[in-house]
């Protein structure tokens, strides 16, 4: 069997298309333009490139955006201010602390985190919608996991009954994924680095969320025959090429759908 592939950029063009006709509803119906802040603190360049798309993303969807720079010697104390000036703000629907922080408050992130209203919580790490998520009820969600699961809505891939292995455990991608996935009624084992018999775990999956960050790290004996494989994993590979968690090549041959890295689950994101 060769798989076929899930390409990021179909899906994250429907999930726009979606997201400016719900902007566009709001406007119409209630005068209110959604928008969104994000806070980045010092100069990293990885995430200078983030916050610039997520502002040209928004323009372009008719959401009104913010971007806020602060120094990269700015307090705690400083930031937890601005992200109070924000939950007041009535243009602010949604505010972003772009991470990794600068190391002197790093040691302070959730402290942080969780002072944006969980309302306004667009990345879902404030510990209430991170409950409600366990419970089932709604709330907001982080958007790498929440990607994962929409492709495979979008791509009428079945999720109800099947066996799922998430493997990561990470609370912004492995442990989310894993509660979305029993929220679909998907039967889900979580993996991490002490569990046992990974490979066997894997092959008997119906669908496999790769969220390690180990170029390759999944290989074609552990992917069954018309298994789901949803890499999420960005690396380099030995020649510096951008890679994912899974080989590609080889489980591309056993599975029925795949992610490619890049152009797969890092466009919806
Ligand atoms: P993380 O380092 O926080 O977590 C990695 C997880 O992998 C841990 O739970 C660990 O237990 C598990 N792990 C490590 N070695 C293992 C092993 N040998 N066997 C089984 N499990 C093992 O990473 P993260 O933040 O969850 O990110 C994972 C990957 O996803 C990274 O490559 C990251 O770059 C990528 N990522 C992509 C997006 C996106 O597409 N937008 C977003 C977030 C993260």
């Known amino acids: 069997m060769t798989a076929r592939i899930l390409e990021g950029k179909v899906f994250a063009q429907a999930f726009r298309e979606d997201a400016q006709k719900k902007a566009a509803a709001l406007q119409e119906k209630y005068g209110v333009q959604p928008g969104l802040a994000v806070i980045i603190v010092g100069s990293n360049p990885a ?3 983030y916050v ?3 502002h040209k993303s928004c323009e372009a969807l008719g959401i009104y955006s913010e971007v806020i720079e602060m120094p990269e010697t700015t307090t705690k104390d ?3 201010a601005k992200i109070d000036a924000l939950n007041a703000d009535v243009k ?7 991470l990794p922080l600068p190391e002197q408050i ?3 992130e ?3 985190l969780e002072r944006i209203r969980p309302e306004k919580d667009v990345d879902g790490f404030h510990p209430v919608n991170v409950g409600r998520l366990v419970t089932g009820e709604p709330g907001l969600v982080p958007c790498t996991p929440f990607g994962c699961l929409r492709m495979l809505e979008l791509a009428g891939i079945p999720i109800d009954g099947q066996r799922a292995v998430v493997i990561g455990r990470s ?3 492995g442990k989310p994924a894993a509660l979305l996935l029993t929220a679909n009624n998907a039967t889900v084992t979580l993996c991490h680095s002490k569990t046992r018999d990974l490979k066997a775990k894997c092959a008997a999956a119906d669908i496999i969320v790769a969220a390690i960050g180990k170029a390759g790290f999944v290989t074609a004996d552990m992917v069954k025959e018309g298994a789901v494989v949803i890499d999420v994993g960005i690396n380099r590979n030995a020649e510096g090429k951008l890679c994912g968690d899974v080989d590609f090549a080889a489980a591309e041959q056993k599975a ?6 890049p152009g797969g689950v890092g466009l919806m994101t």
Do not use: D, Y
């Open 47 to 49: 995430s200078q490139v």
């Open 52 to 54: 610039r798309n997520k």
């Open 78 to 80: 400083e930031l937890i």
């Open 92 to 98: 602010i629907h949604g505010i972003l602390v772009q």
């Open 106 to 108: 790093a040691a302070h």
């Open 110 to 112: 959730s402290e942080i």
């Open 171 to 173: 609370n912004i991608v």
């Open 256 to 261: 029925s759908f795949i992610t490619p890295v």
